[in-house]
């Protein structure tokens, strides 16, 4: 067989020999431990070659807006306000090179997958949904983009508002989220979001929980609609920083509660910890949830982005592997093992969440990305920048490890 390109000395596993792999036609057709061809080589040098990574809570629409949407107070109803201002001057045009711009920093850091929270109501219309549209055909040839569709500033409080989501999602829209917190009735919200999603079979990914009173949570309805609307498997939760200030037994309840229902949570750490506890002046809590409980327990668990530069949260490189540090010093892991499941939470579970396969096989595509690290561990603890990616066996990007020059 007459190959386009042979990737030489490639690990697919931690601590696995390495293996060659030959691409024809944008798929992988042959991985052998020697490949006798001369067709174009890339040496991956014994490093490890995964499917890339997967953004699976990432806001496109309101990224890189700092210059003009300043969170005055740090906290949630501050970055809310702001934002809700800098939206009525926001254009389908300002939208798409924002988001640009966003996408542009997430190839070049391994990610090949992104599930995107588009925010609908009547003052943003469905501009911010248009320009998102735009970027995931634009950007086909790097990374495949999931979009979400949200009523970020609640949905029976907001009349239009329905209407939009609804529209949004006959024009492909691929799945719909809630925010109840935002609601004026949050109860009664979560139940129109189910009746949605059940009248347009889309999956569902709630905001959930956004702050740290435990006497009070919107958790268990969601996970009560779900198996009344027999939708296991199809609901995430983003957030739920309730959770971390949970006692044991309360914590154990809460993860049989999303096991049984069959819910993914999904944890953002940078927001998370840049918003919560502002009302605390000492023994600030961290108001990250303990997603590796719930891994452990058998949940399925992701660690994403949520904001790049905004009111939410005025840093990020859309570094996913940066992200999984992050979660594990807050998380205080550092056992191999540990680490290995904050990779997988960025890798393999946020890519079941959006139905894609992450395993490197025969016939399948040639979505590629190269790591520097010898493993999964390894990339976490070292923040390991990927060196290149492809898409389809073409090239989105290369950054080679610095040169050192040496006296």
């Known amino acids: 067989m007459s190959l386009d390109l042979v990737i030489r000395r490639a690990r697919l596993e931690d601590g696995a020999a390495p293996v060659d792999l030959g691409v024809k036609d944008g798929r992988i ?21 995964i499917r890339g990574f ?9 990224a890189c807006i ?15 306000e702001a934002v809700t201002t800098a939206k009525r001057d926001f254009t389908t045009e300002d939208v798409y090179a924002r988001g640009a711009q966003v996408l542009d920093k997430a190839i070049g850091q391994g990610t090949t997958l992104i599930r995107t929270q588009v925010e609908i109501d009547p003052v943003i219309g469905l501009a911010g949904f248009e320009a998102v549209r735009r970027l995931k055909a634009d950007y086909a040839w790097a990374l495949d983009l999931q979009i979400c569709v949200f009523p970020q500033e609640g949905l029976l409080n907001y009349p239009g508002t329905e209407e939009l989501l609804r529209a949004a999602l006959e024009q492909g829209a691929d799945l719909l989220g809630g ?31 956004f702050d740290l009173d435990t006497s009070w949570r919107h958790l268990d309805e969601v996970a009560r609609q779900t198996i009344a609307h027999d939708m296991q498997g199809r609901v995430a939760i983003g957030h739920v920083t309730k959770l971390s200030m949970l006692p044991p037994e309360r914590l154990a309840e809460s993860v049989a509660l999303l096991r049984d229902a069959g819910i993914a949570l999904t944890v953002l750490p940078a927001t998370d910890l840049f918003i919560t506890g502002r009302d605390h002046d000492h023994a600030v809590p961290r108001g990250v949830a303990p997603a590796h409980v719930f891994h452990a327990a058998g949940v399925r668990c992701t660690v994403a982005t949520n904001n790049v530069l905004n009111p939410f949260t ?19 892991l550092g056992r191999p093992e540990d680490l290995a499941a904050c990779f997988a939470m960025i890798s393999e579970d946020p890519f079941r969440l959006l139905g894609h396969d992450s395993r490197i096989a025969v016939g399948g595509p040639a979505d590629l990305v190269l790591l520097p690290a010898p493993s999964r561990a390894a990339t976490v ?12 066996g073409r090239m989105t990007f290369e950054a080679p490890a610095p040169r050192l020059f040496r006296p």
């Open 179 to 209: 925010c109840p917190y935002t609601d004026s009735d949050p109860e009664g919200q979560i139940a129109r979001i189910f009746g949605m999603a059940r009248a347009f079979d889309v999956d569902l990914d709630f905001h959930l929980d």
């Open 381 to 392: 603890s070292e923040i390991g920048r990927p060196l290149w990616g492809m898409k389809a």
């Open 54 to 62: 997967a953004d699976s809570h990432l806001h496109l629409d309101k």
């Open 314 to 332: 005025p840093y990020g490189d859309c570094s996913l592997p940066r992200m999984a540090n992050l979660f594990a010093n807050v998380a205080q």
């Open 66 to 80: 700092l210059e003009r949407a300043q969170n005055r107070s740090g906290d949630l109803r501050g970055a809310l």
């Open 29 to 49: 057709a042959e991985i052998a431990p020697t490949i006798a061809s001369d067709a174009p080589e890339r040496d991956a040098v014994g490093g490890l070659l």
